[in-house]
T-cell receptor, first 117, second 112 residues
Framework: AQSVTQLGSHVSVSEGALVLLRCNYSSSVPPYLFWYVQYPNQGLQLLLK??????LVKGINGFEAEFKKSETSFHLTKPSAHMSDAAEYFC???????????????FGTGTKLQVIP | KAGVTQTPRYLIKTRGQQVTLSCSPISGHRSVSWYQQTPGQGLQFLFE???????NKGNFPGRFSGRQFSNSRSEMNVSTLELGDSALYLCASSGLATYEQYFGPGTRLTVT
């Protein structure tokens, strides 16, 4: 079974400050890991993903995340917050299994990021 | 490529009615997944269809059903609507790598 825990349902940062959104996962097999962003009344947009290879993954809009197996973490960071980063962010995990061709994706409960001018 | 489209975007229904939501996946994608998103429960998996067959199902009552057509378009139906069914319903399509999901804008369903 796989699960995702996002620490902090709400995070506030000042414009220009570091953004750090925390995600810990549980998976019985090496996972695939994702971060999605959701703006109000919109669907989820893939920010970045880790499947294999380099553990530091760069995504869109200046975000990056580092896969740390020993800590079972995949925290999302951005050096300098912008007002347009205000949104809800979801961490997700998928196993590498192939049960009938489907790799289940489990989402965290989300973290709302507020950016203060 | 055009993205995932969902219709309608907004819907208001009365308790006891039924509703059908539609999802058109990205061209070439054969897997379509449906999710229910609510403030209290977050994103919950409803079901997934591939080549007109339901491959996986979440823990929802039988009032929630779906189907997929030969062109990969998918519909989900909710019968006998309850107030608790008010939610954003999201559809996601995938290619062969079903873990990589592309979401539509969602349908906001309000049940009164």
């Amino acid at each position: 079974a796989q699960s995702v825990t996002q620490l902090g349902s709400h995070v506030s940062v000042s414009e220009g400050a570091l953004v750090l959104l925390r995600c810990n996962y549980s998976s019985s097999v090496p996972p695939y890991l994702f971060w999605y962003v959701q703006y109000p009344n919109q669907g989820l947009q893939l920010l970045l993903k880790y499947t294999t290879g380099a553990t530091l993954v760069k995504g869109i809009n200046g975000f990056e995340a580092e896969f740390k197996k020993s800590e079972t973490s995949f925290h999302l960071t951005k050096p300098s917050a912008h007002m347009s980063d205000a949104a809800e962010y979801f961490c997700a995990v998928s196993d590498r299994g192939n049960s009938g061709g489907y790799q289940k994706v489990t989402f965290g409960t989300g973290t709302k990021l507020q950016v203060i001018p | 490529k055009a993205g995932v489209t969902q219709t309608p975007r907004y819907l208001i229904k009365t308790r006891g009615q039924q509703v059908t939501l539609s999802c058109s996946p990205i061209s070439g994608h054969r897997s379509v997944s449906w999710y229910q998103q609510t403030p209290g429960q977050g994103l919950q998996f409803l079901f997934e269809y591939f080549s007109e067959t339901q491959r996986n199902k979440g823990n929802f009552p039988g009032r929630f059903s779906g189907r997929q057509f030969s062109n990969s378009r998918s519909e989900m139906n909710v019968s006998t609507l309850e107030l608790g069914d008010s939610a954003l319903y999201l559809c996601a399509s995938s290619g062969l790598a079903t873990y990589e999901q592309y979401f539509g804008p969602g349908t906001r369903l309000t049940v009164t």
